[in-house]
Nanobody, 127 residues
């Protein structure tokens, strides 16, 4: 059974930090590129960052560059998102997702290209 389970969300003051974790099971994690998405109320689910299956390539949407860091540990089947210098606009449900790819350093940006999704974890930033 495929599972992606996010954790680490919560309530934080503006300027604070959180570390989100996503535990993967039931599929060959190292064969999948991974992504973090977020969805605020009334808005689309958009990519925040993604990482290639090797971990050698990363992408960040402009609004989080320099503040968020995505990483993965293929030995532990884990992907992480470090969130620093948070602001109210970062408030959303954060989802991790997995996209199968043949290429080690391919980044997958399209939401529709992701095969597996977690249930999400809420991040709320108070100003």
């Amino acid at each position: 059974q495929v599972q992606l389970v996010e954790s680490g969300g919560g309530l934080v003051q503006a300027g604070g930090s959180l570390r989100l974790s996503c535990a993967a099971s039931g599929f060959s994690f190292s064969r999948f590129a991974m992504g973090w998405f977020r969805q605020a109320p009334g808005k689309e689910r958009d990519v925040v960052g993604c990482i290639s299956k090797s971990g050698g390539s990363t992408y960040y949407t402009d609004s989080v560059k320099g503040r968020f860091t995505i990483s993965r540990d293929n030995a532990k089947n884990m992907v992480y998102l470090q969130l620093n210098n948070l602001n109210a606009e970062d408030t959303a449900v954060y989802y991790c997702a997995a996209a199968q790819t043949l290429w080690n350093d391919r980044l997958v940006l399209g939401r529709g290209d992701y095969l597996y999704w977690g249930q999400g974890t809420q991040v709320t930033v108070s100003s």
